[in-house]
């Protein structure tokens, strides 16, 4: 049995470990406000830029005029996976999710016979996915997430090298893992085709107006030169997005781990209050007697 100075020295312990978890749970939530409302401000820019490219690439269709970025090159031999994890720990199963499905990813293509190549944005998602895939990991990137949040400027060095590589040939299929920002206990792990752009089953070059009629449009320039100049501009206006719902859900994840630790400190020292309460009354239970014993021998 532990000792009334070892007890002691737990409860002081586990109550200096509380006072840092609920600090860093107050912070997350400071961090998660900010996060959040960036994430969903920039929600309906990237959706209605999705459905536009939409209309205009299912407008096109297979034409011989239809920029690279849409008709691709025609393969999928090689892929490229953008990964977004945090660079810190402590915030839940967020990197660990992450990491898994992009696992789970790389080994169904690598059994297909596929090559892969990997982007790792955050830390913790290279140092995990190093272990087992060191050699398919072609660029790193830390730090995008700065005392003023994500600016565009990371995502768009993100964006052009994702672009750079296209043009030189290197991957044939581009997918980005994220986690997508739902609340603060729960967050969605997201696998989202960037290159070449996916264009949904329904999308079409007309729009139904408040009538239920369809509206008709007419571009100038060409849909093909719209897309040519649009499509590269999408690419970063996604990656943006995605690093936007993947800070928001870090710091929810944490805000959430750090309060259950805090809530487990809570527990621990109750318990460990009581151990100690149990010992220090049977220690002087103890004493009592043999002071009572003495009296009686003498």
């Given at each position: 049995m532990a000792s009334l100075k070892d007890l002691r020295s737990r409860i002081a312990s586990v109550k200096s470990t509380r006072k840092i978890t609920s600090a860093m749970k107050m912070v997350a939530a400071s961090k998660l406000r900010r996060s959040q409302d960036a994430a969903e401000a920039a929600r309906p820019y990237a959706e209605r830029m999705g459905t536009m490219l939409g209309r205009l690439a299912a407008a096109v269709g297979g034409s011989q005029g239809a920029p690279k970025l849409l008709a691709g090159t025609g393969k999928e031999n090689t892929h490229l996976m953008v990964v977004f994890t945090a660079d810190r720990g402590l915030c839940g199963g967020f990197n660990a999710s992450i990491v898994k499905a992009a696992r789970?990813?790389?080994?169904?293509?690598?059994?297909?016979?596929?090559?892969?190549?990997?982007?790792?944005?955050?830390?913790?998602?290279?140092?995990?996915?190093?272990?087992?895939?060191?050699?398919?990991?072609?660029?790193?990137?830390?730090?995008?997430?700065?005392?003023?949040?994500?600016?565009?400027?990371?995502?768009?060095?993100?964006?052009?090298?994702?672009?750079?590589?296209?043009?030189?040939?290197?991957?044939?299929?581009?997918?980005?893992?994220?986690?997508?920002?739902?609340?603060?206990?729960?967050?969605?792990?997201?696998?989202?085709?960037?290159?070449?752009?996916?264009?949904?089953?329904?999308?079409?070059?007309?729009?139904?107006?408040?009538?239920?009629?369809?509206?008709?449009?007419?571009?100038?320039?060409?849909?093909?030169?719209?897309?040519?100049?649009?499509?590269?501009?999408?690419?970063?206006?996604?990656?943006?997005?995605?690093?936007?719902?993947?800070?928001?859900?870090?710091?929810?994840s944490r805000m959430s781990a750090m309060d259950n630790a805090t809530r487990n400190a809570g527990d621990m020292i109750d318990r460990l209050s009581i151990q100690y309460n149990r010992s220090r009354q049977a220690q002087i239970t103890n004493e009592l007697i043999e002071i009572i014993s003495g009296a009686e021998a003498l």
């Open positions: 789970a990813k790389i080994r169904a293509l690598k059994a297909e016979g596929k090559t892969v190549k990997i982007i790792c944005v955050g830390r913790k998602g290279a140092d995990a996915l190093k272990r087992d895939n060191g050699d398919a990991i072609i660029a790193r990137y830390t730090g995008v997430e700065g005392k003023k949040g994500i600016e565009f400027s990371e995502a768009s060095a993100v964006a052009d090298k994702v672009l750079e590589l296209f043009e030189a040939g290197e991957f044939d299929v581009c997918t980005i893992f994220y986690n997508k920002f739902v609340s603060a206990i729960s967050q969605v792990v997201t696998e989202q085709q960037l290159v070449p752009f996916a264009v949904e089953a329904k999308a079409d070059n007309q729009e139904a107006d408040g009538n239920g009629a369809s509206a008709i449009y007419e571009y100038e320039p060409s849909e093909e030169a719209i897309l040519a100049d649009l499509l590269p501009r999408n690419v970063g206006v996604q990656i943006f997005g995605a690093m936007l719902e993947s800070s928001a859900s870090e710091h929810g």
